[in-house]
C-alpha cells in the first residue's frame, strides 16, 4: 500500500515560520504531481500549493509570496516552506500524490498559527 507520511506541523505565532515535509513510501511517486492541501475546522480541504515531476508550481493566490513547495525525487519527498504564517493559515495539511489514475492522501499534519 502506497504511503505519504507528513511531519513539520506544530503551533507558530503569527509573522513565523514552519516546515512541511512529505515523504513517499514509493519511488513511482517521483513521476507524480505532488502537491499539498489544507482543511480548517468546518470547512472543505482545498488546494494550497502543487508541484509538478516537472517542477513547475502552483499556489493558491492567498498563499503566493509567504509559500514555496519543492521536492526531491532522490528522497520521495516533498516540502512546504511556509513564511510570514497567518491565523488564517490554521488548519490541518494534508500531503497529495496525484498520478497514473490514482490519487494519494496523507494522514495530516496540524499547523496552528496563535499568539
Known amino acids: 500500500q502506497a504511503q505519504l507520511v507528513e511531519s513539520g506541523g506544530g503551533l507558530v505565532q503569527p509573522g513565523g515560520s514552519l516546515r512541511l515535509s512529505c515523504i513517499a513510501s514509493r519511488s513511482i511517486f517521483r513521476y507524480y504531481t505532488m502537491g499539498w492541501y489544507r482543511q480548517a475546522p468546518g470547512k472543505q480541504r482545498k488546494l494550497v500549493a502543487t508541484?509538478?515531476?516537472?517542477?513547475?508550481?502552483n499556489y493558491v493566490d492567498s498563499v503566493k509570496g509567504r509559500f514555496t513547495i519543492s521536492r526531491d525525487n532522490a528522497k520521495n519527498t516533498v516540502s512546504l516552506q511556509m513564511n510570514s504564517l497567518k491565523p488564517e493559515d490554521t488548519a490541518v495539511y494534508y500531503c497529495?500524490?496525484?498520478?497514473?489514475?490514482?490519487?494519494?492522501w496523507g494522514q495530516g499534519t496540524q499547523v496552528t498559527v496563535s499568539s
Open positions: 508541484i509538478t515531476n516537472g517542477g513547475a508550481t
Open positions: 497529495n500524490a496525484n498520478g497514473g489514475g490514482h490519487i494519494y
